[in-house]
């Protein structure tokens, strides 16, 4: 086809020639596209603000021999009150940035995801919205339909039930949590490990959770199925402590599974 319609939420942008821009967009249609916006740099032209990053837009594209082109864009949602609020904003720009690391996984969920995303920044809009626990179940919600996410209720080396007496500590290569009974002594790690270059778990890189931590990630794991986020919850001191320390374990996770850090957590842990 020639022509086609979708309906995307940008993630980002480039500049290409003297005027224009490349959009990278997660459509409801396609999971992740790219798109030139012809003129998009010009303040006076039409598409200056559709071309923003986390604005929705219904879009007609030409297709083209080595990037589409987009004819004709109707904007749907801007989030205008993400943008009076830094840390909101920069939570919104690591989603797109998430989103934008992991579509290649997302494209057969990709109306499903889209939904998702589009719910997401509309709930982080609201000041009742709690924006650091959006962002774990959103990360939890992504980890789930990748297939990636982490194993909280068995150690992963004894496969015995975690729980809040015998959680011990997170280990990222690993995929999950382990017991105490096994970080303490050591065992070896199953065979299928060592191909991975470890021969026992102390040489592995952990961190040590507390038992309000771990309940903070399993929490956010369980609901993730759901498709779901419900950040509008009140949290006490030492479960903000205890989110705020979660965030970090999901991080190092993700950039593990990334293969790289993601540039926008620098900025937010800077706000934070």
Same mark, same amino acid.
């Given at each position: 086809?020639?022509?086609?319609?979708?309906?995307?939420?940008?993630?980002?942008?480039?500049a290409?020639?003297?005027?224009?821009?490349?959009?990278?967009?997660?459509?409801?249609?396609?999971?992740?596209?790219?798109a030139v916006?012809?003129?998009a740099r010009?303040?006076?032209?039409?598409?200056?603000?559709?071309?923003?990053?986390?604005?929705v837009?219904?879009?007609?594209?030409?297709?083209?021999?080595?990037?589409?082109t987009?004819?004709?864009? %109707?904007?749907? /949602?801007? @989030?205008?009150k =993400?943008?009076?609020? &830094? *840390?909101? +904003?920069?939570?919104?720009?690591?989603?797109a940035?998430l989103?934008?690391?992991?579509?290649?996984?997302?494209?057969? %969920?990709?109306? /499903?995801? @889209?939904?998702? =995303?589009?719910?997401? &920044? *509309?709930? +982080?809009?609201?000041?009742?919205t709690?924006?650091?626990l959006?962002?774990?179940?959103?990360?939890m919600?992504l980890?789930?339909?990748?297939?990636?996410?982490?194993? =909280?209720?068995?150690?992963?080396?004894?496969?015995?039930?975690?729980?809040e007496?015998?959680?011990?500590?997170?280990?990222?290569?690993?995929?999950?949590v382990g017991c105490?009974s096994c970080?303490?002594?050591?065992?070896?790690?199953?065979?299928?490990?060592?191909?991975?270059?470890f021969?026992?778990?102390?040489?592995?890189?952990?961190?040590?959770?507390?038992?309000?931590?771990?309940k903070?990630?399993v929490?956010?794991?369980?609901?993730?199925?759901?498709?779901?986020?419900?950040p509008?919850?009140?949290l006490?001191?030492?479960?903000?402590?205890?989110?705020?320390?979660?965030?970090?374990?999901?991080k190092r996770?993700?950039?593990?599974?990334?293969?790289?850090?993601?540039k926008?957590?620098?900025?937010?842990?800077?706000?934070?």
């Open positions: 086809m020639k022509t086609y319609l979708v309906t995307a939420i940008n993630l980002s942008n480039y290409i020639g003297e005027s224009d821009k490349v959009l990278v967009m997660f459509s409801k249609e396609h999971g992740l596209l790219k916006a012809k003129g010009s303040t006076k032209a039409k598409m200056a603000g559709k071309s923003e990053a986390l604005c837009n219904k879009l007609l594209i030409n297709k083209g021999k080595t990037l589409d987009i004819s004709q864009a %109707e904007s749907i /949602e801007t @989030f205008p =993400l943008r009076t609020d &830094l *840390k909101r +904003l920069t939570t919104g720009f690591y989603l940035e989103t934008q690391a992991f579509a290649e996984g997302l494209e057969s %969920e990709c109306d /499903e995801y @889209f939904e998702f =995303l589009n719910k997401a &920044l *509309k709930l +982080l809009e609201d000041k009742d709690d924006a650091t959006l962002r774990l179940q959103v990360e919600c980890l789930n339909i990748l297939g990636l996410k982490p194993e =909280l209720t068995v150690c992963v080396n004894c496969r015995q039930l975690i729980t007496y015998s959680i011990e500590a997170f280990l990222s290569q690993l995929g999950g105490k970080m303490q002594s050591a065992q070896s790690l199953p065979k299928i490990r060592e191909a991975e270059g021969e026992n778990i102390a040489q592995m890189k952990r961190v040590y959770l507390s038992p309000m931590v771990w903070t990630l929490m956010a794991l369980t609901n993730s199925d759901k498709l779901d986020p419900n509008r919850i009140i006490s001191e030492a479960q903000q402590k205890a989110l705020a320390f979660a965030v970090k374990i999901s996770y993700l950039e593990d599974r990334a293969g790289k850090p993601f926008t957590l620098s900025l937010l842990d800077s706000i934070t």
